[in-house]
């Protein structure tokens, strides 16, 4: 029965070990019933069972063990792998990080196969020439493909109390992956252009704000973190040193903002020195998420500092523009032109954007995102 059996401490530590809850509930079992299962032993190594073993040594109960054959230790470790992932009760988490420890096995067998005559091998050989090896990882841990990709960059840069969580069930991979995405884009060191010189008449501005989200287990920062990096409202408000030196004496403002930020837009207006005059709202074609409401419209707040500068004429009428206009959404935060159009048409030039995206004909523009 019990013959010398070995202990590979790298074979050993290869499978997460078994909660405390699920070693008691194991030692239990064994005491009550025996150890049902047999050991599997390859040559005279240990390579599944390592719980039952040391259960068994200590308590002195008999256990049977099967051989497997397998022509060296890389095919040892890929059996230890594969069989945990069809065998364990374990985590998403945890079940791809096994699957990934089998990604350069995969890899050296489908170079080694590279060249080779396929009508000679075996079949089991044959996959690995043409395998794929993301899919066939992401297969054996029961995920897709950009899930695993999550893992690799959750498994790179998560602390190791976030680890700790997702090993336990307690954090899921999107919810730590985003969460990991919102750090890196906020910790980002952007360089941040050096602001233009001159007075402008007209600032159009699309700040990126910083935007918290009511949940079921409290508040959390929004989406837009996901894109691109944001301000707090406060840091936005900051910049009124600077806007004071770019708004000509009389100018307008126009400033966007989503629906629940239209407040601190507000704040953000008086405090840049300009009186609000009145709101022009976008109607999309297509919602985004809201807070009880899908939101189907963005505004864009008109201000005004100093004297009102004189109406724009054409064909000898007054141009007055609309509080409002239908166009197709685009990528995330991405404006309509028409906006620009409709500013170009009202107020007076010199224009400056302040946040911009891409660089627009008859206009100076700022942002960290121009191209």
């Not at 040594?57 to 945990?84: C, G, M, P, S, Y």
């Not at 837009?224 to 307008?252: F, G, N, R, V």
């Not at 620009?340 to 954007?353: A, D, F, G, T």
Request: charged fraction near 30%; proline fraction near 4%.
């Amino acid at each position: 029965m019990n013959k010398t059996i070995r202990v590979d401490a790298e074979f050993k530590t290869l499978i997460p070990p078994l909660s405390a809850e699920e070693l008691y509930g194991l030692e239990r079992s064994i005491l009550q019933e025996g150890c049902r299962d047999a050991l599997v032993i390859w040559k005279s190594t240990l390579i599944d069972g390592h719980n039952r073993y040391q259960i068994c040594k200590q308590h002195n109960i008999k256990f049977k063990t099967i051989q497997v054959d397998l022509k060296n230790r890389a095919e040892a470790r890929e059996w230890i792998l594969v069989n945990a992932l069809s065998k364990r009760n374990l985590t998403p988490f945890e079940k791809v990080l096994l699957a990934l420890e089998l990604e350069n096995i995969f890899k050296d067998k489908a170079r080694l196969n590279q060249g080779k005559r396929t009508d000679l091998l075996q079949n089991s050989a044959k996959g690995f020439k043409s395998m794929d090896t993301r899919e066939e990882i992401a297969k054996l841990a029961g995920v897709s493909h950009d899930t695993v990709m999550k893992v690799k960059k959750i498994k790179k840069l998560a602390s190791d109390e976030l680890l700790s969580k997702l090993k336990n069930g307690k954090r899921t991979i999107r919810s730590a992956y985003e969460e990991i995405k919102v750090d890196i884009i906020i910790n980002n060191n952007h360089k941040i252009p050096k602001l233009p010189k001159g007075k402008f008449r007209t600032i159009y501005a699309d700040p990126p704000w910083q935007i918290c989200q009511p949940t079921k287990s409290g508040w959390k920062w929004g989406t837009p973190q996901l894109h691109y990096k944001t301000m707090k409202t406060d840091k936005i408000i900051a910049l009124k040193t600077e806007i004071e030196k770019l708004s000509a004496p009389q100018s307008h403002l126009y400033l966007w903002t989503t629906n629940n930020m239209i407040p601190d837009a507000i704040k953000v207006m008086e405090a840049w020195g300009f009186e609000y005059i009145t709101m022009i709202t976008w109607f999309k074609n297509k919602h985004s998420m809201g807070q009880y409401y899908f939101g189907y419209t963005e505004h864009c707040l008109m201000g005004r500092k100093g004297k009102p500068l004189p109406f724009k004429y054409k064909n000898g009428k007054k141009i007055l523009g609309k509080t409002g206009f239908n166009a197709d959404k685009g990528k995330h935060s991405e404006k309509p032109e028409i906006m620009r159009k409709m500013i170009e048409e009202v107020s007076h030039p010199p224009y400056l954007e302040l946040f911009a995206r891409k660089k627009n004909k008859g206009w100076t523009t700022w942002g960290n995102e121009l191209g």
